[in-house]
């Protein structure tokens, strides 16, 4: 079993809703009966979301991880109440949809310096319930085609994009190949539509497990973050 801590957005959101309806599945309520989108058949649709469909839709803070022997999921359910209590609400605003690589993602449309420091503060704060990455898990990474830095995050913090290397992102497909990104780009603009000029809130973090290695993802726990605000006022 591995664990991961999430932002999942609220269940009844309208990006949550649409997100949803992409990627085939609601984390609350199982699968999504998929339809064609634009240009792309429900076939298409279902095949290219096949990768982001067993996660669910999220944006990650601390990504999956076994744990450590001795530690259990009340445990970190109980770091996870600690850590909410710590930290406040963050407004991410409107979302856009971008090419992050070979897949698309939705991501805040300014600059969120807030997220990155609750991201970094995930990190550290659960890094106590993280087992040792094993040999084959350190190679899924292929650190050979990380940078220096890379591999250094992989091998001190289990996986190399954090701190500086974190980018905030909802994924939204697996791998596009490149005569297909304008199809593709265009049916999530054609479905998300005006849905992703909703403000939305970065206002809880979630423990989601993964009873086995390939099955879906699960909510295990919802937190609200209830701490001070992230954003401070102007002085």
């Not at 982001?52 to 530690?71: E, N």
């Not at 990455?133 to 913090?157: G, H, K």
Request: hydrophobic share 40%.
């Amino acid at each position: 079993m591995r664990v991961a801590i999430y932002f999942t957005p609220a269940v009844d959101h309208p990006i949550t809703q649409a997100a949803n309806d992409w990627i085939g599945r609601d984390l609350s309520d199982g699968p999504v009966q998929q339809k064609a989108v634009g240009a792309l058949s429900a076939e298409e649709v279902r095949a290219i979301t096949e990768a982001p469909r067993r996660y669910g839709f999220h944006a990650t803070l601390k990504p999956p991880f076994s744990l450590v022997d001795g530690a259990s999921e009340e445990d970190v359910d109980q770091a996870l109440r600690n850590f909410c209590a710590e930290h406040g609400v963050i407004e991410l605003g409107p979302l856009e949809i971008r090419a992050i690589g070979p897949f698309f993602a939705l991501v805040p449309q300014n600059d969120v310096p807030e997220v990155r420091a609750l991201a970094d503060a995930a990190v550290e704060a659960f890094e106590p319930f993280r087992a040792p990455l094993s040999d084959e898990d350190r190679a899924r990474r292929r650190p050979e085609e990380l940078t220096e830095r890379q591999r250094d995050y992989l091998d001190r913090w289990g996986y190399p994009y954090v701190f500086d290397e974190f980018r905030f992102h909802m994924t939204l497909t697996g791998p596009v190949s490149g005569e297909r990104r304008s199809i593709v780009e265009g049916a999530l603009h054609q479905h998300f539509g005006s849905v992703i000029e909703t403000s939305l809130a970065l206002d809880g973090v979630s423990l989601l497990t993964e009873p086995e290695r390939g099955a879906f993802f699960q909510v295990h726990a919802r937190c609200n973050l209830r701490g001070p605000s992230e954003r401070k006022p102007n002085t």
